[in-house]
């Protein structure tokens, strides 16, 4: 899940300050985890050791305040009894890498994902996007070229893939909502030629840049396998005990599937 963690690391500095190149500094001084970061790294830690999502996602964004949390996962934050409140925004396709790389047998991959998202994002387009994004990670790392996991993406969710990020460069707004950064998102993906490319292009192209990396990395880095390790450590850098602590014991286990 450590792509994943690099593309929020990475985008932290760019989602308000769009950068439409792929000539840029990967790291500076200010690049730190966001949201992304801390909700999949919650997502990890329920994967590990059980408990339930929403009372785990409250209890780490309590945790970790001011990193960027949508309005409305701000408000449920403090609810003592929370509900899902029928959201389609991204946050549900951003913390579900873990989920991608957890599990063996696509159907449970799938559930999973589900029951991630809906905790809070219950919407049909909340939940498709956290699917769609596990699918495309779990398929990654069953080595399936890009042609095939473009057409699986297609056809379950019904994603427009047709854009190319040229295209998208010109056109891309900010927008927060998984119709509007997932796919994106993986497309980034399918047209990267390595880790890094993938990470670039997913800043190049504007929009919420760090959840679009964030879930862009998370498919590269299970479909390419190998990251740099400077990149892989000057992210370690900017984590907290907690976070590496979790990291090391999720990636140990996802290993072995």
Not at 96 to 114: K, Y
Not at 170 to 187: H, L, R, Y
Not at 244 to 257: K, M, P, S, T, V
């Amino acid at each position: 899940m450590i792509g994943a963690i690099i593309g929020d690391v990475v985008g932290s500095v760019y989602e308000f300050n769009n950068h439409r190149s792929k000539e840029f500094p990967l790291f500076k001084a200010n690049s730190d985890f966001t949201d992304d970061s801390v909700l999949s790294f919650t997502t990890a830690k329920v994967l590990l050791d059980g408990g339930d999502y929403g009372a785990t996602y409250q209890q780490f964004a309590r945790a970790y305040p001011h990193r960027g949390y949508g309005g409305r996962f701000r408000r449920w934050i403090k609810l003592d009894d929370p509900k899902p409140y029928n959201s389609f925004g991204n946050g549900s396709a951003m913390r579900v890498s873990p989920v991608g790389f957890a599990f063996p047998d696509l159907e449970t991959t799938l559930a999973e994902a589900r029951h991630s998202a809906e905790v809070t994002h219950n919407h049909p387009e909340g939940i498709k996007g956290a699917q769609a994004v596990a699918l495309a990670i779990w398929m990654a790392r069953q080595s399936v070229d890009k042609a095939a996991i473009r057409r699986e993406i297609i056809q379950q969710f019904g994603y427009d893939l047709s854009r190319d990020c040229e295209f998208i460069r010109k056109v891309n707004k900010f927008d927060e909502t998984c119709q509007g950064s997932v796919p994106e998102a993986i497309t980034c993906f399918l047209e990267s030629i390595d880790f890094e490319d993938c990470i670039r292009l997913s800043i190049s192209i504007g929009g919420d840049s760090d959840t679009i990396a964030c879930i862009a990395g998370g498919i590269a880095q299970a479909y390419y396998g190998e990251i740099p390790g400077w990149i892989v450590e000057e992210t370690r850098a900017r984590l907290p005990l907690e976070f590496l602590e979790i990291l090391d014991r999720f990636e140990e286990i996802a290993l072995r599937n």
